[in-house]
């Protein structure tokens, strides 16, 4: 037995036939035929009320849905694709950040510390004194200041 379908993907509509006895697997396998978007990174979700709810799981039992019910309220049965069948691309160079780095390899990047070490609730003052920190003229009129004697 097979019902029409009509699924929504982007700007497109596919008509087909959902035949419950194949599957989730099956129905994936031939919206991956038809649209190019690999099943692993497809998700489906009911546009037509009596179906499934949320997004469509692969271990999802099609032959539970009552489907005369469901096309008497849409016929065709709508469902949204969603899904890109663009392949996905790795960086050309991977991405490291300062946090991710040793201390003395992230003291060669940032030459002053950025803020305070946070104390439990000294985050807000850390984060005040990171946007200060941008403000040029402020960092030229510090540095022009002379060092203060320190008491040990």
Known sequence: MSYPI??????ESIDMELKPANGVK????????????PCDRMKLMPKSKGLWKGVLKDDFNLLTINFPTALSKS???????????????APKQKTVFIEDLPPEEAAK???EPSGLINLGNTCYLNSVMQCIRRVPQL???????PPTPTTG
Not at 6 to 11: A, I, Q, R
Not at 26 to 37: H, I, N, P, S, Y
Request: aromatic residues 2%; glycine residues 10%; positive net charge.
């Open 6 to 11: 009509l699924v929504k993907w982007g700007k």
């Open 26 to 37: 099956g129905l994936k396998a031939e919206l991956e035929e038809r649209t190019g978007v």
């Open 75 to 89: 016929n065709p049965l709508q469902i949204l694709l969603m899904g890109s069948a663009t392949k996905l691309v």
């Open 109 to 111: 990047h940032t030459p």
């Open 139 to 145: 960092r030229a009129a510090l540095r022009s200041l």
